[in-house]
């Protein structure tokens, strides 16, 4: 998994080579193909396996008793961590694919729906905590933020130093508006 990694990140997955990887890997390209059946299953395991551990990274995160806003900070600050371990630009390389191949589509969307369902009910808490989320409901804000920072980080990975402060801050400013609300239904 860690060639895996690293030669999708050094080569994208349009010129990433199952071959490259065996190499890399110290194995014979027979058993890439016997555990995962090519590079597209190979690429969808290394996913797979840290979208799963990064989902519970932030479910233990959100589970915590401090204030929602200080958790939602958190969140952008794992956004680095992720940056750095590659994770953003596999699952982005894969969206990308799965534009035209159904499979890697269903297979990407059914990793973010873990993402979703946890936001959905981070977005319930706030609601109990907060009060009316307006006219939105858990599930809207749980879209409207997933594809916030989904779209953030396709915008980082471009590259470009001002859309990356843009979009952090950004980010960033949600959680002061999450501070603000908790702070006025404190008071109230």
């Not at 130093?161 to 109230?188: F, N, Y």
């Amino acid at each position: 998994m860690e060639s895996a990694r690293s030669c999708l990140l050094a080569e994208g997955y349009a010129n990433l080579s199952t071959r490259k990887v065996a190499d890399q890997a110290g194995v014979s390209l027979s058993q890439i193909h016997y555990h995962f059946g090519g590079r597209q299953g190979m690429v969808l395991a290394l996913l797979d396996h840290e979208n799963a551990r990064l989902v519970d990274r932030q479910r233990q995160m959100y589970a915590a008793s401090e204030p929602l806003w200080r958790r939602y900070e958190q969140a952008c600050d794992f956004l680095d961590d992720d940056l750095a371990s590659g994770y953003v630009r596999v699952l982005q390389e894969m969206i990308a694919a799965g534009w035209s191949d159904a499979k890697v589509a269903q297979a990407v969307l059914a990793m973010l729906q873990g993402w979703l369902t946890l936001l959905e009910e981070v977005a319930r808490e706030a609601e109990t905590r907060i009060g009316s989320l307006g006219p939105f409901t858990a599930a809207d804000i749980a879209v409207l933020v997933g594809t916030s920072f989904l779209g953030g980080e396709a915008m980082i990975l471009l590259g470009d130093d001002g859309w990356t402060q843009r979009v952090r801050t950004a980010l960033r400013r949600v959680g002061d508006l999450i501070r603000t609300w908790e702070t006025s239904s404190a008071t109230a």
